[in-house]
């Protein structure tokens, strides 16, 4: 059974940084490329924030290339997104999953950026 649960989500300033978790089970993460996502409000689709492959390649959407980190620990099947100079835009409620999964998703992290 897929779990994914998220955290480390909260409300900081604009420039301010968070460091959000994804701790996973039920699927072999190892071998599995990652991504996180986001979605602004209800409703809307996910979009992919960060992409990191199984051996450790990232890309980012442009809007936060230079600004986002993505990592990996596939020992403690983990996933990371260090977000620094955060923007109101940033906004969003941070979700991680495999890129090619089940359908199975988490509840998400609340990220909320102020001016």
Known sequence: QVQLVESGGGMVQ????LRLSCATSGILFIINHMRWYRRRAPGQQREVVATISSTGTANYAD???????VSRDNDKNMLYLQMNDLKPEDTATYYCN???NDGTWGRGT?????P
């Open 14 to 17: 604009t420039g301010g940084s």
């Open 63 to 69: 809007s936060v290339r230079g600004r986002f980190t």
């Open 110 to 114: 609340q990220v909320t950026v102020s």
């Open 98 to 100: 495999a890129l090619y």
